[in-house]
């Protein structure tokens, strides 16, 4: 069964709407933890609009499972990265316009940059990820550079309404999972996911890990953290 990590950013936006200290991110990991979740995801952005280096402090002090930090490809956040050591860095893309993260990676145009970033975190002992639409070219790229996973992009195939295009989006994800798995390298994926919408995704195997959380921390306003990781990892079981 793949492993659920929970994204706790959210749990981050609803302290910093106050800019108090509840609800704590922390603590909701570990709710998240004595759940079934087998990893916990944050996102350092640039403008520390929710998740701040502090909680990546105590996280990596408190987290049982694995902590995986999601950041943008910055000397800062390597920086950080190596001084916190997470067990895997995920590699996103940022513009501070943006909501939520947009798309993968263009790794074929900014590959010199990544390959230096990719050397001094793994250097570092690290992990890393970078985080990829179904792209068969960007993931032979990865694998070029020397990434140990890829996260696929779900975002399209979540956008999708009509039947037709929702097939077309899985047979992408499926070809990437395979591409990653031929190349060698873990296969994660996330954005978008939700109760509804996973479990085809989930049928095509070969996945390592989900990384889920607005859906996730939605839902557990409603009915508590604990649920709503227990309700997702039973649909990671189908």
Known sequence: MARLGVNVDHVATIRQARAGDEPDPVTAAALAELAGAGGITVHLREDRRHIQERDVELLR???????????????????????????????????????????????????HLLQRQVDLLRQGGIEVSLFVDPDIEQIKTSHRIGADYIEVHTGAYCEATSPREIREELRKIDLAIRAGRKLGLGVNAGHGLNYWNITEVVRLGGVDEFNIGHSIVSRSVLVGMERAVREMTELLKE
């Open 61 to 111: 002090k408190t987290v049982k499972t694995r902590l995986n930090l999601e950041m943008a490809a910055t000397d800062e956040m390597v920086s950080i990265a190596l001084k916190i050591l997470p067990d895997m860095v995920t590699v996103v893309p940022e513009k501070r316009e943006e909501l939520t993260t947009e798309g993968g990676l263009d790794i074929r145009v900014n590959r």
